[in-house]
Antibody, heavy 118, light 113 residues
Framework: QVQLQASGPRLVKPSETLSLTCSVLGGSIRGYYWSWIRQPPGKGLEWIGNVHDTGSTKVNPSLKSRFTISIDTSTNQFSLKVTSVTAADTALYYC????????????WGQGTRVTVSS | DIVMTQSPDSLAVSLGERATINCKSSQSVLNSANNRNYLAWYQQRPGQPPKLLIYWASTRESGVPDRFSGSGSGTDFTLTISSLQAEDVAVYYCQQYDNAPQTFGQGTRLEIK
């Protein structure tokens, strides 16, 4: 049974770069599409983007160019980098997985809470 | 982007009664090539990540109780819980995965009356 475990800093200062990693446990990272989703406090879900083991990525255009998703098949991990963070990036960040890019998300990690504050 | 709009925003239902949540997409998520609706429903219990309940608009995920059912096609969809149980208290989200970016509804909070 595949499990996802996100890790990263809980507190980031404004204008700095946030880096999060998701470890795929109990299975191979290959063959699936791996997504990042975030949920601001008390709000709904926003799909950030996804990555495939080929390195192909899609990022939500509304988030512009600050978000980068990458994958490392040798460590069974995929990552999210957010540059120039602001308070609006404060959220619970989830990693998730689906069989294809246009497929429901059937694997979810517990999420990691990130606060942007000086 | 495809906008997903759920109704109502919140709902209180008595134990054992039926709960119905609606979801409308701003454009059709029915793929004419395979006749599939690219629409999923998720349940998010307090303090938990979302859990996939229904996909292709009406297919239950393995292990999901059969009191949960999904229906609809094109732009209008419904999640029905036939007999509400205490453990069904959660926020429910619809999601379209037809076009990138995948988008979610704003969520419907379901409580016990």
């Amino acid at each position: 049974q595949v499990q996802l475990q996100a890790s990263g800093p809980r507190l980031v200062k404004p204008s700095e770069t946030l880096s999060l990693t998701c470890s795929v446990l109990g299975g191979s990272i290959r063959g699936y599409y791996w997504s990042w989703i975030r949920q601001p406090p008390g709000k709904g879900l926003e799909w950030i983007g996804n990555v495939h083991d080929t390195g192909s990525t899609k990022v939500n255009p509304s988030l512009k160019s600050r978000f980068t998703i990458s994958i490392d098949t040798s460590t069974n991990q995929f990552s999210l980098k957010v540059t120039s963070v602001t308070a609006a990036d404060t959220a619970l960040y989830y990693c998730a997985g689906g069989y294809a890019s246009n497929w429901p998300l059937d694997y979810w990690g517990q999420g990691t809470r990130v606060t942007v504050s000086s | 982007d495809i906008v997903m709009t759920q109704s109502p925003d919140s709902l209180a239902v008595s134990l054992g009664e039926r709960a119905t949540i609606n979801c409308k997409s701003s454009q059709s998520v029915l793929n004419s090539a395979n006749n599939r609706n690219y629409l999923a429903w998720y349940q998010q219990r307090p303090g938990q990540p979302p859990k996939l309940l229904i996909y292709w608009a009406s297919t239950r995920e393995s292990g999901v109780p059969d009191r949960f059912s999904g229906s609809g096609s094109g732009t209008d969809f419904t999640l029905t819980i036939s007999s509400l149980q205490a453990e069904d208290v959660a926020v429910y989200y619809c999601q379209q995965y037809d076009n990138a970016p995948q988008t979610f509804g704003q969520g419907t909070r379901l409580e016990i009356k």
